[in-house]
C-alpha cells in the first residue's frame, strides 16, 4: 500500500499539469476565439448534462486547422523551424564534438575544472547570454568593430537581425547540451581499445573514426535530441536574434497567443508542433531508457 | 601524464573562448561610462547605481527569488519521488507513461508548456500569479532533479538499506536514516538546478504569471527588445559575478572534500 | 583393526546425535523459485543451537538464497521455515531475532564506528545508558576502542570487517548469518580472522551461519558443515566427517584433493570388497560399511595423504600398484607426486618432507610403488 502512494503523488501531479494541459489545448484547438473571456467558445457547461455535454462536441470543429493549412505563413513556420533546429543541430555537434573530445583526452587533474568551465555558462542566465550576443553582433557592436580595425573587412557586417544570428545564438546556448552527454559518453570509452586499435595497425585518424566515433554514438544521439527537439519550438532567440524573415514557430506561437489574443488558433498550432515533435520525443525516450537500463 | 595534442588544445581554447568571449565582454562594458554600449569611454559604476534605485527591477527581482525558492523546493520533493518511482518500483501498468511524462518536460519547447499550463489554470485560478508561476516552474524543473537523484540512486548500494531492515528498521525509517542522508548531495544539486531553471524562465512565466508577479528576466525582455542597455549590462554583469563565486566556490569545497577524504582514507592502517 | 572412521566422531558438542535436542532453525521441504530457475529445490536442514554452521558449495548453488531467506530479504516458494519452533516465513526482516554481516559490509558511511554499532540498539528504543554499555563491550570484544569515532572511510579493510562484526552481534541475535566475510581479506589476515570468529562465537554462545565458497574456511571454523550443488544438501556432517567420509564424488571432490578412480565392486566378505579398475593392476581392497551388490559400478576415492611411494614393493600394506613418477610439486612442507600407473591412472600423493632434503629420494621417471591401508579410502556409489 506504501508503495502505491510512491508512485500515486508524482503520477497524478504530472497527469494533472502536464497530460491534462495537453488535453485542454488539443480542446481549444477545436474551438472558435470569440470576444468574451475566457475567449474561445464553446465552453464546458457540465451542469446542462448530457445534452450540454452533446452539444459542447457539435460546436468544435476543426476550423482552426483548416486556417493554418490555408495560410502559407504556418506550415512555412513549421519548415523553416525544422530546418533551423536541424541545421543548428549539426552545428552544435561539429562545435560541440572538438571540446567533448579534448576534454575527454585531458589529463585527470583537469577535467574537473574543465567541467566546472563547460557548466558554468549553463547556470548563468541563458537570456543575458543571448543578450550579449546582440550587442556583439549589431552593425556598431564589437565583432564589426573588431574585424574592421584589424582591417578584415571596410564595411560591417549585418549579422545581427539575420537567421546567421539566430543560428550563432542557437549554437552558443544549446552547447552545454550537445557537450556534456558527448564527453559522458567519450569519457567511459576504453582507452585500451584505441590502443589495440593502433596496435592492430590504425592510424590515429583511422582509429578516431572506427573505433571513437562509433562508441560515441549514444552521446551523439542524446545531444542532438536535446538540441533539436526544444529548439524546433524556440522563441526567445529568434526574436532578439531574428530577423522578420526569420521564420519560426515558437514567434507565430507567440505573437498569435499575445498579440492576436487567439488561444484557439494559437492552441492549434501548439497541436501540429506537438504532433511533429511526438516522434523524435518518444525516440529520445526510448534512447533514454536503453541507456539507462545499459548502466543500471 | 599524457600531453594535449594541438588538436585538443586549439579546440578546447577556441570552444571555452566562444564560450566566455561575450560574458566577458558583458562585464567589461558594464563599466562603461558611455550610453552606447559598444563604444568604451571611461571607467564608471553609474549604471551599477542606477539599477539598484530602479524600483522595478529590485521588486521583480525580489518576486524572481521568491518564486525560485518555493518551486525549487516544491520539485526537489516530487523530483525525487518521481526519481524513486522510476528506479524503485519496478513495474506497474502505467510505468512507460510516466516513464514519458517524467522525462518528456526534458525536450518540450517552452511555449508549449507554457501555453498548455496557462490554459490549465486559467479556468481554476481566478487569479494568475507567484503561485501559478511556481506551479508551472516546479512542473518541469521536477524531472531534472529526477535525472539528477535517479542516475544516484542506480548507484546507491541496497545492501546498505538491508542492513538497516536487518538492525531492525522499517522500510520507511531505513530510508529516512539511511538512504536520504546519504544521497542527499544529489537533492541539493536538483534543488540548485531547478532554482536555477526557475531563476532563468522566461517563456514559461510571461504564460503563466498574473497581476504583481512579474519576474526578473520579464523585466529584462522587455528592456532588450529595444535594444541593448547598459542597465541590463550591470545586471547581467552582477547575475554573473553571483554565480561565478557560487560555482568556484562550490567546485573548490567539493575539491577539497575529496582531497580529505583521501587522505583520510590512506590514513587508516591496514 | 576396525577403524573408527566410520563412527560418528565425539566432540563435547554434537546436538544433532542427541534425539532429544530440538534444532534452533528447520528447513522443512523448502523450494525457492525465481521465474524458472529453482535455487532452492525441495529441502530440509536442522541447524541446532550454538552450532557454527557453514553453508558451503560453488557460487550458483543456492547457499545465499538459503542464507537470505533465514534473514527475511527472501520467501520461500513453498516450504516451511522455523525459528525457535515459530514459523518466520511470513516475519519481516526488521522483526526477527536474526542479525546479518554483510560481504560488503554495508557500513552505514554517515555513520561513526559507534553510531553504526549503536544503530541496531536504537530502534529497539532502548535508554541511552543501556546502549551506551553495549556498545562500549561490543568495542571492547572487537578490539575497536581506538576508533569509535571516525568514520568507516576513515579506518581499513580489516577494521570495517571488525565493525561490521560488532554491530550484527550488539542485539545479541540468536542467529547470526555470515555472508562471505572473509573474502576481502588477504591470507594471513584471514587465517587470524577465523580464529577470532571461532573466539568470539564460543564467548556469545550464538549460533552462527556462515556461507561460504572455501572450503578451507568452512573446515576451519565450522562444527558442521552442509554441502550444497544445485539447490540441494548433498552432504550434512561435521568437518572431519565430510572429509575421511564423503558421500558422493560430489563431496569428495569439493573437498581438498581426491583421488577418484572408477571400477566393478566385488563383495569378499561383510565388510569388506574389492574394486577392480585396470587389468593390469590388482584390485584395490577395501573396508565396506553400505549395502553395495556385486557388479556395481563404484568410485573409489583415496585422498593424495594416505597414499605412500616407496623406491621397492612394500609388504606391510595390503594395496600396492606400480607406477612411474610424471610429476613433482614442491610445496615446502609438503612433496606431491603425480604417478602414472602401469594401467594408465593418474594417481596424487601428498607425502611430508619430515627431513631436509639435500637429495631427494625420488625424481622423475622414476619406477616406485604406491601403497595404502585397506582402511584409506571410501567407496562411493554416487
Given at each position: 500500500m506504501r508503495r502505491f502512494a510512491l508512485i500515486a503523488v508524482p503520477y497524478l501531479w504530472l497527469?494533472?499539469?502536464?497530460?491534462?494541459?495537453?488535453?485542454?489545448?488539443?480542446?481549444?484547438?477545436?474551438?472558435?476565439?470569440a470576444l468574451a473571456i475566457p475567449p474561445y467558445v464553446p465552453t464546458l457547461d457540465l451542469s446542462e448534462g448530457w445534452d450540454g455535454l452533446r452539444a459542447f462536441f457539435a460546436e468544435l470543429d476543426f476550423e482552426n486547422f483548416v486556417f493554418l493549412s490555408e495560410d502559407d505563413l504556418y506550415w512555412k513556420a513549421y519548415l523553416s523551424s525544422l530546418r533551423i533546429a536541424l541545421v543548428s543541430t549539426i552545428l552544435a555537434l561539429i562545435v560541440g564534438y572538438p571540446i567533448a573530445y579534448g576534454m575527454s583526452r585531458a589529463p585527470d587533474e583537469w577535467r574537473p575544472t574543465l567541467l566546472m568551465l563547460v557548466i558554468l555558462p549553463f547556470w548563468t542566465s541563458f537570456l543575458i547570454r543571448v543578450y550579449a550576443w546582440k550587442a556583439i553582433l549589431a552593425q556598431e557592436g564589437f565583432l564589426n568593430?573588431?574585424?574592421?580595425?584589424?582591417?578584415?573587412?571596410?564595411?560591417?557586417?549585418?549579422?545581427?537581425?539575420?537567421?546567421?544570428?539566430?543560428?550563432?545564438?542557437?549554437?552558443?546556448?544549446?552547447?552545454?547540451?550537445?557537450?556534456?552527454?558527448?564527453?559522458?559518453?567519450?569519457?567511459?570509452?576504453?582507452?585500451?581499445?584505441?590502443?589495440?586499435?593502433?596496435?592492430?595497425?590504425?592510424?590515429?585518424?583511422?582509429?578516431?573514426?572506427?573505433?571513437?566515433?562509433?562508441?560515441?554514438?549514444?552521446?551523439?544521439?542524446?545531444?542532438?535530441?536535446?538540441?533539436?527537439?526544444?529548439?524546433?519550438?524556440?522563441?526567445?532567440?529568434?526574436?532578439l536574434l531574428g530577423g522578420s524573415d526569420t521564420l519560426m514557430i515558437g514567434k507565430v506561437l507567440?505573437?498569435?497567443?499575445?498579440?492576436?489574443?487567439?488561444?484557439?488558433?494559437?492552441?492549434?498550432?501548439?497541436?501540429?508542433?506537438?504532433?511533429?515533435?511526438?516522434?523524435?520525443?518518444?525516440?529520445?525516450?526510448?534512447n533514454e531508457e536503453k541507456q539507462r537500463e545499459a548502466e543500471g | 601524464m599524457r600531453r594535449l595534442s594541438w588538436f585538443n588544445t586549439t579546440s578546447l581554447t577556441f570552444g571555452f573562448a566562444f564560450l566566455y568571449l561575450p560574458m566577458v565582454l558583458l562585464v567589461v562594458y558594464s563599466f562603461n561610462s558611455n550610453k552606447l554600449v559598444t563604444v568604451w569611454a571611461g571607467f564608471s559604476t553609474q549604471w551599477y547605481g542606477e539599477l539598484f534605485r530602479n524600483e522595478l527591477m529590485l521588486d521583480a527581482a525580489w518576486v524572481t527569488l521568491q518564486v525560485a525558492f518555493l518551486s525549487s523546493t516544491l520539485a526537489t520533493v516530487l523530483g525525487t519521488l518521481a526519481a524513486l518511482v522510476l528506479v524503485r518500483a519496478g513495474r506497474f501498468p502505467g510505468r512507460t507513461l510516466f516513464g514519458g511524462m517524467a522525462y518528456a518536460p526534458l525536450v518540450m519547447p517552452d511555449v508549449i508548456l507554457g501555453l498548455s499550463l496557462f490554459l490549465l489554470f486559467k479556468p481554476v485560478f481566478s487569479q494568475m500569479g507567484i503561485h501559478s508561476i511556481v506551479l508551472a516552474h516546479a512542473t518541469f524543473s521536477m524531472c531534472y532533479v529526477a535525472v539528477v537523484v535517479s542516475s544516484r540512486l542506480v548507484t546507491f548500494d541496497r545492501s546498505l538499506e538491508e542492513a538497516a531492515l536487518d538492525l531492525g528498521c522499517t522500510p520507511l525509517e531505513a530510508f529516512r536514516l539511511v538512504t536520504l542522508p546519504i544521497i542527499a548531495p544529489a537533492l541539493i544539486s536538483g534543488w540548485l538546478l531547478s532554482f536555477t531553471l526557475s531563476l532563468d524562465d522566461l517563456v514559461i512565466a510571461t504564460?503563466?504569471?498574473?497581476?504583481?508577479?512579474?519576474?526578473?528576466?520579464?523585466?529584462?525582455?522587455?528592456?532588450?527588445?529595444?535594444?541593448?542597455?547598459?542597465?541590463?549590462?550591470?545586471?547581467?554583469?552582477?547575475l554573473i559575478g553571483i554565480v561565478t563565486v557560487g560555482v568556484i566556490s562550490t567546485s573548490l569545497m567539493s575539491k577539497r572534500a575529496i582531497l580529505k577524504r583521501i587522505r583520510e582514507e590512506n590514513r587508516a592502517e591496514p | 583393526m576396525a577403524d573408527n572412521t566410520r563412527k560418528p566422531s565425539e566432540t563435547e558438542f554434537s546436538p544433532w546425535i542427541d534425539p532429544s535436542a530440538k534444532p534452533l532453525i528447520e528447513f522443512r521441504n523448502v523450494t525457492k523459485k525465481f521465474g524458472d530457475f529453482t535455487a532452492i529445490d525441495n529441502l530440509t536442514l536442522d541447524i541446532f543451537e550454538r552450532e557454527f554452521f557453514a553453508l558451503l558449495g560453488p557460487s550458483g548453488c543456492g547457499k545465499t538464497t538459503l542464507m537470505r531467506m533465514l534473514a527475511g530479504f527472501e520467501r520461500p516458494t513453498e516450504g516451511e521455515i522455523t525459528l525457535d519452533g515459530q514459523s518466520i516465513v511470513d516475519v519481516p526482516p526488521n522483526l526477527r531475532p536474526v542479525n546479518m554481516m554483510f560481504q560488503s559490509y554495508a557500513l552505514f558511511p554517515h555513520l561513526s564506528v559507534w553510531d553504526n554499532i549503536a544503530f541496531g540498539l536504537k530502534r529497539d528504543k532502548l535508554e541511552k545508558d543501556k546502549i551506551s554499555a553495549r556498545v562500549n563491550e561490543m568495542l571492547r570484544l572487537t578490539r575497536l576502542e581506538k576508533f569509535a569515532r571516525r568514520k568507516p572511510h576513515q579506518i581499513s579493510g580489516g577494521q570495517r570487517q571488525r565493525v561490521a562484526l560488532a554491530r550484527s552481534l550488539a542485539k545479541a541475535p540468536k542467529l547470526l548469518l555470515l555472508d562471505e566475510p572473509l573474502g576481502a581479506l588477504d591470507r594471513k589476515l584471514r587465517e587470524e580472522t577465523q580464529f577470532e570468529l571461532m573466539d568470539i562465537q564460543e564467548k556469545t554462545g550464538t549460533t552462527f551461519v556462515i556461507v561460504t565458497h572455501d572450503q578451507e574456511e568452512a573446515m576451519t571454523v565450522a562444527s558442521r558443515i552442509a554441502v550444497m550443488d544445485h539447490g540441494k544438501v548433498v552432504q550434512v556432517d561435521t568437518p572431519a566427517q565430510v572429509y575421511e567420509v564423503p558421500n558422493s564424488v560430489y563431496v569428495a571432490d569439493f573437498i581438498g584433493d581426491v583421488n577418484l578412480i572408477k571400477g566393478d565392486f566385488a563383495r569378499t566378505g561383510p565388510e569388506s570388497g574389492k574394486i577392480t579398475y585396470s587389468n593390469k593392476e590388482p584390485a584395490i581392497s577395501a573396508e565396506v560399511f553400505e549395502d553395495i551388490s556385486d557388479g556395481q559400478s563404484v568410485t573409489y576415492a583415496i585422498r593424495p595423504e594416505k597414499i605412500r611411494v616407496t623406491a621397492d614393493k612394500p609388504d606391510d600394506r595390503v594395496n600396492a600398484a606400480y607406477g612411474k613418477i610424471i610429476d613433482i610439486g614442491y610445496l615446502g612442507n609438503v612433496s606431491t607426486y603425480h604417478v602414472e600407473l602401469a594401467g594408465g591412472q593418474m594417481v596424487k600423493v601428498a607425502m611430508t618432507n619430515s627431513t631436509r632434503v639435500d637429495r631427494r629420494d625420488f625424481t622423475w621417471d622414476d619406477d616406485v610403488w604406491v601403497s595404502w591401508r585397506e582402511s584409506a579410502g571410501v567407496v562411493l556409489t554416487k
Open positions: 497527469l494533472a499539469l502536464f497530460l491534462v494541459p495537453f488535453v485542454i489545448v488539443l480542446k481549444i484547438s477545436l474551438s472558435d476565439t568593430q573588431f574585424l574592421m580595425s584589424v582591417g578584415v573587412i571596410a564595411d560591417p557586417l549585418t549579422i545581427l537581425n539575420t537567421n546567421t544570428a539566430v543560428y550563432i545564438g542557437i549554437v552558443y546556448t544549446y552547447l552545454p547540451f550537445m557537450v556534456l552527454p558527448l564527453y559522458s559518453a567519450l569519457e567511459r570509452l576504453d582507452g585500451s581499445l584505441l590502443e589495440a586499435a593502433e596496435d592492430l595497425g590504425c592510424s590515429r585518424f583511422s582509429a578516431f573514426w572506427l573505433v571513437t566515433l562509433p562508441l560515441s554514438r549514444p552521446g551523439i544521439i542524446a545531444g542532438s535530441f536535446l538540441v533539436f527537439i526544444p529548439v524546433v519550438g524556440e522563441y526567445v532567440i529568434p526574436a507567440w505573437d498569435e497567443f499575445f498579440a492576436n489574443r487567439d488561444w484557439p488558433v494559437a492552441s492549434a498550432v501548439a497541436i501540429i508542433l506537438l504532433a511533429i515533435l511526438i516522434i523524435p520525443i518518444v525516440l529520445f525516450l526510448r | 504564460f503563466t504569471t498574473g497581476p504583481g508577479a512579474t519576474t526578473l528576466p520579464m523585466r529584462i525582455w522587455s528592456a532588450v527588445r529595444l535594444g541593448v542597455s547598459p542597465e541590463i549590462n550591470a545586471l547581467s554583469s552582477i | -
